[in-house]
């Protein structure tokens, strides 16, 4: 199985064009446990759910942790208020 370093991840996290659960187990299927994905978010209304919180449940049943990087983290040009970037891991086990 071939696993990353890294993935990227930019403005996926859309339910009315693409599934959620599909990304979630290919981020699950390519990541090691030193893997970090970056994923932006751009909050979009959805009438049937919230698309944060769902991909947030889906991932902690795969065994990945979601974490919001702060503004203050990031840089101030590159960043807006309506634009999230999560950092996306794999728990860590007791053993590690």
């Given at each position: 199985?071939?696993?990353?370093?890294?993935?990227?991840?930019?403005?996926?996290?859309?339910?009315?064009?693409?599934?959620?659960?599909?990304?979630?187990d290919?981020?699950?299927?390519?990541?090691?446990?030193?893997?970090?994905?970056?994923?932006?978010?751009?909050?979009?209304?959805?009438?049937?759910?919230?698309?944060?919180?769902?991909?947030?449940?889906?991932a902690?049943?795969?065994?990945?942790?979601?974490?919001?990087?702060?503004?203050e983290?990031?840089?101030?040009?590159?960043?807006?208020?309506?634009?999230?970037?999560?950092?996306?891991?794999?728990?860590?086990?007791?053993?590690?």
């Amino acid at each position: 199985r071939v696993v990353y370093d890294i993935i990227l991840v930019s403005d996926c996290v859309l339910p009315k064009l693409y599934p959620i659960e599909p990304l979630v187990d290919a981020i699950n299927e390519l990541s090691g446990p030193q893997t970090m994905t970056y994923i932006s978010y751009e909050y979009r209304y959805y009438s049937e759910y919230d698309p944060k919180e769902f991909f947030i449940s889906l991932a902690m049943k795969r065994g990945l942790e979601v974490k919001t990087v702060g503004i203050e983290e990031q840089h101030p040009i590159y960043s807006v208020d309506d634009i999230e970037i999560w950092e996306v891991r794999r728990k860590k086990t007791e053993k590690e």
